[in-house]
Nanobody, 118 residues
Framework: QVFLAESGGGSVQAGGSLRLSCAASQSLFRFEVMEWYRQVPGKQRELVAAITDEDVTSYSDSVQGRFTLSRDNRRSTFYLNMNALKPEDTAVYHC????????????WGPGTPVTVSS
């Protein structure tokens, strides 16, 4: 069983920065895709960043140029560096990973809240 756990969320003023971490209980090498989503009550969950097992990254238009997804295989952790935060970035951020070897298998973290005040 693979478990993901986020950390690094909190409250920050607009224009500030946060670094979110997603620690996996097993090696990142077993993941085909690693992602960050955010969830706001009453709104659809939004994919904000993704990285493939080939280190190809992608970002939503709303965070492009401000957020950066990276990974540290030795620590079995991937990160979301968030800069120039805006109030509209306020959400619960969840990490997500898709298993490379087992069909229809993926993993979710419980989430870490981010609040950006103006």
């Amino acid at each position: 069983q693979v478990f993901l756990a986020e950390s690094g969320g909190g409250s920050v003023q607009a224009g500030g920065s946060l670094r979110l971490s997603c620690a996996a209980s097993q090696s990142l090498f077993r993941f085909e895709v690693m992602e960050w989503y955010r969830q706001v009550p009453g709104k659809q969950r939004e994919l904000v960043a993704a990285i493939t097992d080939e280190d190809v990254t992608s970002y939503s238009d709303s965070v492009q140029g401000r957020f950066t997804l990276s990974r540290d295989n030795r620590r079995s952790t991937f990160y979301l560096n968030m800069n120039a935060l805006k109030p509209e970035d306020t959400a619960v951020y969840h990490c997500h990973a898709v298993d490379k070897y087992y069909r229809n298998t993926d993993y979710w973290g419980p989430g870490t809240p981010v609040t950006v005040s103006s």
